[in-house]
Structures are given as C-alpha cells and as structure tokens.
C-alpha cells in the first residue's frame, strides 16, 4: 500500500543517494515533500543540494522546505569535511534557480500531519522534529510513523567513540524527539550504525550502476568521489558507507532489517554527550521506545538499491551478490 511520506534530510551525499531511492520507490512511498535540517551542510546548502537532486531526477515537483540553521541548544557543527565544500561531494552542480517555499519546514511537517496519515523518514538531526513537538505536541502526535537514520547500539560512533553523527549534532533534540515518542507510547524504527554500516558502496558496485545505466551511474559517481576519497582517508576503507538509503529502503520494505526492541535515551551533555543508551536488558523498566535495529542483509539492500534507481528487475541484478563487500565491524 502507498504510504505517505515527508522526508527530513541533510543533503549530504548519503542523503541525496536516500532521495533519489525515494523518488524511484513510486509503488511504496507518496514524497509529500523535503524538509532541510543544518547537519552535514548549513540549511540554505542542503536545500540547494536536495533541489540539485530533485532536477537530476526530474522532480522538480517535489517541494523543498527550509528548516533549522542551528540545533536546538549546541553550537551548529557541520560534516563538510565528508561531503566536500558544496556538501555535494565537491560535485559543484549548478543551483536550481526558483521553485523556493514561503513557508518553512516545520510549518510544513505541522500542515501535512494535519491533513491525513504521514510518516516521517528522518536522515539528519532531529531539529525540525524537535521544534515541531515544542510548537505543537499534538501534530508531532500525528505523524504516522517516524524511521530515524541515526544513533548506535553495540556498533562504535562515528564522530566520537561512542556517537553517531545525527544524534551527537543535536543531541538536545534527538533526546526531546525520543522521550516524546516514550510518552506517546510509541516506537521510533531506529536505523543506526550497527546496521546501516554494513552497507558498503564499493568501486566494483559503482562500476557496475555506471555499465548499467550510464547516465545514472555518472551522477552517483560524481557526487561519490569526494566520500570515496574520504573513507579511504579516514578509515582506510576502499568503498563509502551510505547510511541513509538504508532507511529509505527499511520503510518501504521491513524484513530487510531485524532488531530489538528497548527504552532508549540519548546523552545529552559531558564526554558521551549524543549517544544512544539503549536499554534492551530492561534496568530502567521502562515501556520500549524504540525499534532498535541490528541486522540487514546488504545484497538484498543492494539489489532493492540498484532495481530501484535504475529501474531494472531484481532478478536481473546477478552481479550483485558478488560485488557487495560484507563488513563485519
Ligand atoms: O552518521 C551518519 C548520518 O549523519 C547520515 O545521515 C549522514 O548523512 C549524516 O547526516
Ligand atoms: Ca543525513
């Protein structure tokens, strides 16, 4: 069944390869439309890179919402040092003139919750969310569902030893957003770490989108190189982490992960400050919070991946399976 979906993003390379999945997943999923949170690039650049996405994909019709250029309480720390100056990989794509909103993203989460069932895919901090919640208790209370790229259970941080990047940005917010959805008595699907780095875009996976679907697989590898050349740099890997298409695909297709579920808090200040306490023995006994998820199957992501943005039958896909890198950290 189609669902209904506002997408909250930091575009961001990750992002933008999560949108273009979005918009290729036409059966599943209704883009309402894109919500720009400050995260890997400042807000102005994310909606510039979500609108030079949405040309590339011919999607022009999808509205871009400007949202929060600052967390809710700590100072505004990019992550242009993995996506390039443009937060596009160094791509350097022209602007999209026009198509600008008067009204602003969390005006527009607010708007669209209140005009029928609509979840929430969350692949940056969780700022906009969080104001909506202060601006609005009973319209966060609306939003149908919300799968939330971010944090990490028993797998390491990513921008600190034990945080994950959306989560560690604005923590103030990631913790309003999850205690909300504690007090509402539902679950937020948590996409983290644990799973989302098992998902490896490596050359031989790229080289394979580009003989393929030239014109597809060129963009994906001119906004890729940058992120490419940073993995190797910063963790000697040879191949890119895309976390947030993972998130995109788990909406629309559940059995491709697995988890627990558990009461989690996220640390809000001092050396951990962002990460995400997961509590899946149960100490605190409090009602879960979360659907903490642990396992994926990243040929199965694969195959989704490249069906999907390529518009080619899975089955069809034979090279998959040998191509994906399984990574065990
Ligand atoms: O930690 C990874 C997450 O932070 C991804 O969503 C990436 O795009 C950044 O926002
Ligand atoms: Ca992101």
Redesign the pocket.
Known sequence: MKRRVMID???????SL?LMLALSMEEELEVTGITIVC??SPVDMGAANAKKVLEHMGRLDIPVFKGAARPLEREYVD?LD??GRDGLGESFLPDVAGYDQDMGAVDFLEKTVKEGPCSVIA???MTNLALLYQKNPAAFAQIEEIVS??GNFRSHG??SPVA???Y??DPDGAALVYEAMANLGKKISMVG?DV?RKIVLTPDLLEYMKRLSPDRGKFVEKITKFYFDFHWRQERLIGC?I??PL?VAYFADRTLCEGTEAYVQVETEGISIGQTVVDSMGFYGKHPNALVLTATDPVRFFSLFFGRLLGLEESGLDLIPALVKEVGR
């Open positions: 993003c930091d575009p961001g390379i990750d992002d999560a995260g890997n992550a993995t996506h692949l940056g901090p790229m971010g990513n921008c994950e990047y959306n560690w940005a770490l989302t982490v976390n947030d998130a």
